[in-house]
């Protein structure tokens, strides 16, 4: 056993249901995108295209699944804070 399983509780794993991904993945295709305006690039917030870049990584792309098991792999650790 490592220090970390005899030292620190096991809490609970990060489980995001099958469903809660699905309907964010629905969500985000869903999106209503404004229409493009004069100013370009940066000079009006943020860019369309790069939204649209991330909204399409974020639903189509993004594997939650592993970044979940890396999560959950992490050593947990607590400690005491005195006030």
Do not use: K
Not at 9 to 29: K, T
Not at 43 to 56: P, R
Not at 58 to 67: I, L, M, N, Q, V
């Amino acid at each position: 056993m490592t220090r970390n399983e005899h030292t620190c509780p096991r809490y609970p794993a990060l489980d995001i249901g099958h469903d809660d991904v699905h309907d964010l993945r629905r969500r985000l295709r869903d999106t209503r995108w404004p229409r493009a305006w004069p100013p370009t690039g940066g000079e009006a917030d943020t860019d369309n295209d790069t939204m649209h870049s991330l909204v399409t990584y974020w639903a189509d792309e993004f594997d939650g699944a592993t970044e979940q098991d890396r999560i959950n792999a992490l050593p947990w650790q607590q400690d005491t804070v005195q006030r």
